[in-house]
């Protein structure tokens, strides 16, 4: 039954009362202490590598060495071919992903028979771990082991069966393809439910007064999803951006770096060249431009958000 | 299944009320398969049998990633007591001070003189210390496929690099069938190396001053060499990112005619190659008559910080031991450390001929990579694999691809030299 | 429920949008159909026939070897022990976390989500060697438990939103009603509001249970011991130097999908339906 009386402020009253300032700290205190701990205390352990020179396994390495990272990155042209690709390659799978997954959430938000079974099939990708996603996509593609390149001939897309992961220009829609194969349902899902809760008698209304599909799409469909599209935009985004390891699996940053991401970069500096120190200074610079971003994206959404 | 896990846990905790009077070693083993972790455990079984009161715990890294893990379990201070260490890696452990000199255990040791001498000249690589002892050697060979030369209709394998390519051209004629399994992508540096010695007569890699051969215009003619091989078509256009696997693969499946490859690869092929299909041969010599195929090893290294250095040692023995070693490269496919082991029944059978051919070739010298530069391993696994990969593009010419190499390798050997 | 609109489609309409949804289908279940393919494919046909859609004959013998003679099925078990202890514990702490979201205004609020977005914003590379050099004293290396505190950490700020969202669907006058009565809120959140959760709980759960089976980068990096391996590392150790055994990898993915796309079937209805009540709050 119930536990204890406890005093509750009465309505409207704005006393000062302890219990009731500390109350919402208590509910957060677990995710805090953990997230201290286990992220942010290892995350500034790591930042302060970038200012250091360590190098894994060697003793002697640990000194300071103030901004020279930073400054080797900027002569670097590999980090800024890295660059290149990480653009690339988040915003392709970005805009894919949203495009293909908004058409399928606009399809299932019809309601037709069979919808239950069909929803749960196409969201089935995201179950799939990205890593097997991505050794799956690669046999595919491979002209060996797989149908794709014969598919493409086939199709006149290309001429001979090759393998579009040999490809320095073309490797890279490798990846995307299982990205975005793999990141459709999570958009679906989301713009799936924005859209339904969209109140009907709005569209209702608007069809009555002659609104075409395509007017009503424009005029009252985006809006409503616009801050929904915002936040999962900048979310997957940076989720994206971070994830080497389908670029890991598949191409291993090449052929010739030309796959190679930021991410990718960082793992391979790190565990192949073992320096840490220039690895920490890279991902700091990865952090901080995605930081940027989402401070962008955060006020583009403030700005959008519609008062009902 | 629950049956069997309530036993393993039973067992484990009565492992573990034993262990606490025993000693327990650590080892961990990096070229993992399944069939080899069988044949360790074996091994490993005979010592402690031999060796009562005292347990091994062996831990198997998978070796795609066994580099990076390992680098992150020495750092953060989980060493183990014995460890296999690549050829490549020995250098980088060595030279940080991280593993325990042999020699006195060698100079003590029944078996020292039973060893050839390449065994003990390449362990001790490193400051002339034996901070490792080989426990096998990978030499490379030439593979071909029989079937494919006869439908080519050349006669035999090529003894020349001029023959080389004219039958890769030949086979490569063949609608869907390339001559050459090229290695394009991770650990294509030996391919390289040797090509560019065997045109350039030497297995030289650095003039007396330390600066690199690379860019002597016969060495460049090897790179040339295999840059034209792909760009004529004469490789598979996804050969630029294959890696062994591929390359293996790609010749048991009868889709390029010609590998170069050690014993090991020997095994995969031969479980699913008839043997009337395929033969191994000599890798073929250059303008200079001569040819250097690359060699390698694998060894067993000792960590400086083992709190039980004897024993660690008679485990190494053990592994190393004339019967464990031969058992051992029996199932791995390494040619033998021992003088004697060659005359075994198992190396006997006709595919390893192509290899004794090469150890008995006065004009053949096998070709040791300069693994005793610290900033190798790098260079090999990470630099050179992008730059090669922009060669076989066509993104970078072969003599700047030298020329880069040259100068990295020149620094590199320069840095050693004044270290001396 | 469907209003008088939809009956107004006209036939064309619909053929679209089934040849559509097929489309979908078939894409979303290819790759998958693929790699059973794969599994069933005897090695001496896996390259020489690679491109027909079905082999000439079938076998199970990589099914078999996976369970019989690799340590496939401990793999197997560790997923599902540190899955499924990371979406409870997750789930818990992220309840806390979203209903503080969720029923307070305070100062700090904006700190502590703007805390969570930054933690899903660095590369996780970053932080694999202090971790390890946290961890290995306190004896977490090789261990679950030091998998699942981490994975719970990483998880928790993106499950925390979706339970606020939740959270947000159920009117706070319901708490407001029961502690007026006398309830503490902390009895309140128990008895009433949970229970009309449950659906955005089990989506959480679901949700955190598929991301944390996935995870391989800090499975491959903190336990080198076999008895604390995940099934995604275990996969890599098909992967070995002398050939990549494609028939007993593909079959052994196919083993470790079924549960957790099983799972994901059952609860994505949940996480729809909870996601569609919170979305109006945005």
Same mark, same amino acid.
């Given at each position: 039954m119930v536990a204890m009386t406890k005093k509750t402020p009465a309505v409207g009253s704005r006393g000062f009362d302890l219990a009731s300032v500390l109350e919402p700290w208590v509910y957060v205190s677990p995710a805090l202490l953990l997230i201290g701990a286990i992220m942010l205390v290892p995350l500034g352990i790591g930042i302060s590598y970038a200012f250091r020179d360590i190098v894994l396994l060697n003793p002697f390495s640990g000194g300071f060495v103030g901004l020279a990272h930073f400054v080797e990155i900027w002569n670097d042209p590999n980090f800024w071919n890295a660059l290149s690709n990480t653009l690339e390659w988040t915003v392709a799978s970005v805009l894919l992903q949203f495009v293909f997954g908004l058409i399928l959430a606009l399809l299932l938000n019809q309601p037709f028979r069979g919808r239950m079974v069909v929803q749960a099939l196409v969201f089935i990708p995201w179950a799939v771990p990205s890593f097997l996603s991505g050794l799956n996509w690669a046999w595919l593609f491979n002209p060996v082991a797989g149908p794709l390149p014969h598919w493409f001939v086939a199709f006149g897309v290309m001429a001979k069966p090759d393998n579009i992961l040999s490809d320095p220009v073309h490797a890279i829609w490798g990846p995307i393809a299982a990205n975005v194969w793999w990141g459709i349902p999570f958009y679906a899902i989301t713009l799936l439910a924005s859209l339904q809760s969209i109140p009907l008698e709005i569209y209702e209304a608007a069809e009555i007064d002659g609104a075409g599909p395509l007017r009503r799409f424009w005029s009252i469909t985006l809006p409503f999803l616009a801050p929904t599209i915002a936040i999962t935009l900048l979310l997957r985004a940076v989720w994206i951006a971070n994830a080497a390891d389908l670029i890991v699996v598949m191409t291993r940053g090449g052929p010739a770096d030309s796959t190679q991401i930021l991410a990718s970069y960082i793992f391979t500096q790190a565990f192949q060249r073992l320096d840490f120190g220039y690895a920490s200074a890279l991902a700091t610079v990865l952090l901080l431009l995605l930081l940027a971003y989402s401070v962008i994206v955060v006020f583009v959404r403030q700005l959008l958000i519609r008062t009902d | 299944m629950i049956g069997r896990l309530i036993l393993a846990a039973a067992a484990s905790a009565l492992m573990l009320s034993q262990a606490m009077a025993d000693t327990t070693l650590k080892l961990v083993e990096v070229i993992t398969s399944p069939e080899r972790t069988v044949t360790l455990k074996e091994i490993v079984a005979k010592f402690e049998a031999s060796n009562p009161g005292t347990k091994v715990e062996i831990t198997s890294l998978p070796w795609g990633q066994a580099f990076e893990k390992f680098a992150t379990m020495v750092s953060?201070? /989980? +060493?183990?007591?014995?460890?296999?260490?690549? /050829?490549?890696? #020995?250098?980088?452990?060595? &030279? &940080?001070?991280?593993?325990?000199? @042999?020699?006195?255990?060698?100079?003590?040791?029944?078996?020292?003189?039973? #060893?050839? /001498?390449?065994?003990?000249?390449?362990?001790? $690589?490193?400051?002339? +210390?034996?901070?490792?002892?080989?426990?096998? $050697?990978?030499?490379?060979?030439?593979?071909? &496929?029989?079937? #494919?030369?006869?439908?080519?209709? %050349?006669?035999?394998?090529? *003894?020349? @690099? /001029?023959? $080389?390519?004219?039958?890769? *051209?030949? %086979?490569?004629? %063949?609608?869907? *069938?390339?001559?050459?399994?090229?290695?394009?992508?991770?650990?294509?540096l030996n391919g390289w190396m040797m090509f560019g010695a065997i045109m350039n007569g030497s297995n030289a890699f650095f003039k007396e001053d330390g600066t690199s051969t690379m860019t002597d215009p016969n060495f460049v003619k090897g790179f040339t060499f295999l840059t034209d091989l792909y760009k004529n078509g004469y490789a598979p256009k996804d050969a630029v990112n294959w890696g062994f696997n591929e390359i293996v693969s790609g010749f048991y499946s009868g889709t390029c005619a010609m590998l170069d490859q050690d014993p090991d690869a020997l095994i995969s092929v031969a479980e699913r190659m008839n043997k009337d299909d395929y033969d191994v041969t000599p890798f073929p010599k250059g303008p200079a008559g001569k040819s250097f195929p690359t060699i390698g090893y694998g060894s067993w290294s000792m960590f400086a910080n083992s709190k039980n250095k004897d024993l660690a040692w008679k485990l190494i023995a053990t592994l190393d031991g004339p019967e464990g070693n031969v058992a051992w490269n029996k199932k791995i496919g390494a040619l033998p450390i021992y003088k004697t082991a060659e005359s075994d029944p198992f190396y006997a059978d006709p595919k390893f001929k192509g290899w004794f051919a090469e150890l008995g070739d006065k004009d053949v010298t096998p070709l040791v990579m300069p693994t005793y530069l610290e900033e190798f391993a790098y260079f090999a696994d990470s630099v050179a694999v992008k730059s090669s990969q922009q060669a076989l593009l066509g993104q970078v010419s072969p003599a700047d691809l030298a020329k880069q190499w040259g100068d990295l390798l020149t620094k590199a050997q320069q840095k050693f030299l004044a270290k001396k | 429920m469907p209003p008088m609109l939809y009956n107004l489609r006209k036939p064309a309409y619909w053929t679209f949008h089934y040849a559509l949804i097929a489309i979908y289908v078939a894409v979303a279940l290819f790759p998958l159909f693929w790699m059973f393919k794969v599994s069933v494919t005897p090695n001496q046909l896996l390259y020489t026939e690679g491109v027909r859609l079905w082999p000439s004959s079938t076998t199970a013998t990589h099914y078999l070897s996976v369970i019989e003679h690799t340590d496939f099925p401990l793999f197997f078990r560790n997923s599902v022990i540190v899955s499924g202890l990371t979406s409870l514990f997750t789930t818990l702490v992220a309840a806390g976390t979203g209903y503080s979201f969720s029923r307070f205004v305070y100062r700090g609020k904006l700190w502590i989500v703007g805390l969570l977005l930054v933690t899903q914003m660095f590369p996780l590379v970053m932080i694999i060697a202090p971790i390890f050099k946290l961890f290995a004293p306190l004896g977490l290396t090789n261990s679950l438990l030091g998998l699942i505190i981490i994975y719970t950490t990483y998880n928790v700020p993106f499950a925390a939103f979706l339970m606020q969202s939740f959270f947000d669907a159920v009117p706070k006058e319901l708490e407001e009603a029961a502690m007026i009565d006398g309830a503490t809120r902390f009895g309140a959140l128990r008895r009433i509001i949970l229970p009309l959760t449950l659906p955005g709980i089990a989506a959480t759960l679901g949700f955190v249970f598929t991301a944390a089976w996935s995870e391989l980068l800090f499975a491959l990096m903190l336990n080198s011991s076999t008895q604390a391996t995940t099934f995604p590392v275990g996969l890599l150790s098909f992967v070995s130097k002398f050939s990549v055994d494609f028939g007993q990898m593909t079959a052994a993915g196919v083993l470790a999908l079924l549960p957790v796309c099983i799972f994901f079937f059952l609860i994505q209805r949940h996480l729809v339906q909870g996601l569609t009540a919170g979305a109006v709050k945005g």
């Open positions: - | 953060a201070g /989980d +060493t183990p007591d014995v460890v296999e260490m690549p /050829d490549r890696w #020995l250098s980088l452990y060595a &030279n &940080n001070g991280m593993l325990e000199s @042999l020699e006195p255990y060698l100079a003590k040791w029944e078996h020292t003189a039973e #060893l050839n /001498d390449r065994t003990l000249q390449m362990g001790r $690589f490193v400051k002339n +210390t034996a901070y490792a002892l080989p426990y096998g $050697f990978y030499l490379r060979a030439l593979f071909y &496929n029989k079937k #494919l030369f006869a439908q080519a209709g %050349i006669a035999a394998p090529p *003894k020349t @690099l /001029d023959e $080389f390519a004219d039958d890769a *051209k030949k %086979i490569s004629a %063949i609608p869907g *069938k390339y001559g050459y399994c090229l290695r394009g992508g991770p650990g294509g | -």
